[in-house]
């Protein structure tokens, strides 16, 4: 059993250490600051000192360095008790004398460890000391007056610390790489389950939308008109459902990484001209206007033919949906530089400045819009954007509100 004499200003602190160390065996005394540490000292018989640091009135240092001159106690091992915020405090422990240093948060097995260490190493013999040693370290000049023992049992617990702080480092990485791979897995089966939860109904979908067709069509008997008109009506929603489970698909495909553009050389003009085709139906119930501004037929872009058109086709749907009747919808595209740039603008309601960048993010709507009949599920956009980019181009938005939106999408011409 060894006395030890622990200096803390912190009475939790203080008690927490004596508790550790009486458990482990021994005796503790507790001093709150350093004078009162240095009376202890000069009367008590003891084995080793703790001592804090940072302490109002004397400093863990100098409650070492008065130990080991001023009362010449060399003898007395000190350990020193640091943050090790700074790394000078290891030079300044070996400048005072002290025998060792203990960083905190410390765990109980380690303090315990290393005053162990400390009591056996004092009772080997000691080489005799064959004075100071001057250093420089970060620029500050040190004297270090610490026996050769002393200096190597510090510089190797420093070792320790460094290989144990490594260990948790590493240990952390590691988890935080665990915990990012779990969470890629978890989007990817969130994704996949989209997919294949939106291919699944598709087919009954799309055999109510045959089956009401053949209804109309008059296939099984006679239809009446207002028969006539609820199968319009079911055939309708019929192929909103399947828009929106189409657009559902489409992302989940994405996200898992499962959609893949084939780019060849694309004639611009052939492609944009027969746009107007894809949305005849609301632009004639939209009562809206149609312009087409096309060039020359010879320029070609190199893209995926299939995407092109779906993006083109998400934007004008979207323009007819935001423009009022009597407005205005106008498909253009020019050649600017190695790019081809396409254009949809309408005269409709527009886009708050705010709302810009986040309406291209998935799920998102600027506001319940009036005709409910033609909702959608806030997808098209993130979709349209993030073909473009798989095809080495980008979508981006221009917007007034109350004025109109222009939409453009620019992607890369062929190579000559
Ligand atoms: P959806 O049309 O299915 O809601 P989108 O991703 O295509 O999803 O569009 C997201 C939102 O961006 C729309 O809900 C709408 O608020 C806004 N928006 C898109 N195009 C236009 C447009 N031409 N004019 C005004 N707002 C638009």
Redesign the pocket.
């Known amino acids: 059993m060894s006395r030890i004499l622990i200096v803390e200003d912190s009475p939790t602190q203080a008690t927490l250490l004596a508790s550790l160390l009486t458990e482990a065996g021994h005796e503790v005394l507790t001093a709150r600051d350093g004078a009162s540490a240095l009376d202890i000292v000069e009367r008590e018989p003891l084995d080793l000192v703790m001592t804090d640091i940072v302490m109002p009135g004397l400093s863990g240092f100098e409650v070492c360095h008065r130990i080991k001159s001023d009362l010449g106690r060399r003898d007395l091992p000190v350990v020193l008790l640091t943050g090790l915020s700074d790394p000078r405090d290891l030079i300044r422990g070996l400048q005072c004398g002290a025998d060792n240093y203990i960083t905190k948060p410390y765990d109980a097995e380690r303090l315990v460890h290393r005053v162990e260490q400390v009591l056996a190493s004092r009772r080997r013999q000691r080489s005799p000391g064959n004075g100071a040693v001057r250093v420089e370290f970060m620029g500050e000049t040190f004297d270090i007056g610490a026996e050769k023992e002393q200096i190597l049992d510090l510089l190797v617990s420093s070792y320790e610390e460094l290989v144990r702080t490594n260990q948790v480092l590493a240990s952390r990485t590691e988890e935080a790489e665990e915990a990012r791979r779990e969470a890629e897995k978890a989007s990817r089966a969130k994704s996949e389950f989209l997919a294949m939860m939106s291919h699944e109904l598709r087919t009954p979908l799309n055999a109510i939308g045959g089956y009401a067709q053949l209804m109309e069509d008059g296939v099984n008997g006679p239809v009446t008109e207002p028969q006539r008109k609820s199968l319009a009506r079911i055939r309708r929603n019929q192929e909103h459902l399947l828009t929106l489970i189409n657009?559902v698909l489409n992302f989940a495909r994405m996200e898992s990484g499962r959609i893949t553009v084939q780019p060849t050389d694309v004639p611009v003009d052939a492609l944009l001209s027969g746009a107007e085709e894809l949305v005849r139906p609301q632009l004639e119930s939209r009562k809206l206007e149609y312009r087409y501004e096309g060039g020359d037929g010879g320029v070609t872009v190199y893209a995926d033919r299939e995407r092109v058109l779906q993006i083109i086709l998400?934007?004008l749907?979207?323009?007819t949906?935001?423009?009022d009747e009597g407005g205005e919808i106008r498909l253009s595209w020019r050649v600017a530089g190695d790019d081809v740039v396409i254009q949809v603008r309408?005269t409709?309601?527009?886009?708050p400045a705010e709302?810009l960048e986040t309406?291209?993010e998935p799920f998102?709507?600027?506001?319940q819009?009036r005709d409910t009949s033609r909702?959608?599920?806030?997808?098209?956009?993130?979709i349209?954007r993030e073909l473009a980019r798989a095809m080495g181009g980008e979508l981006t938005v221009e917007?007034e509100p109350g004025k109109?939106?222009t939409?453009t999408l620019r992607l890369p011409r062929s190579a000559s």
């Open positions: 657009d998400n934007l749907t979207n323009a949906k935001f423009t309408d409709g309601i527009g886009i709302r309406i291209f998102v709507q600027v506001e819009r909702e959608g599920v806030g997808l098209g956009l993130a349209s917007s109109g939106s939409f």
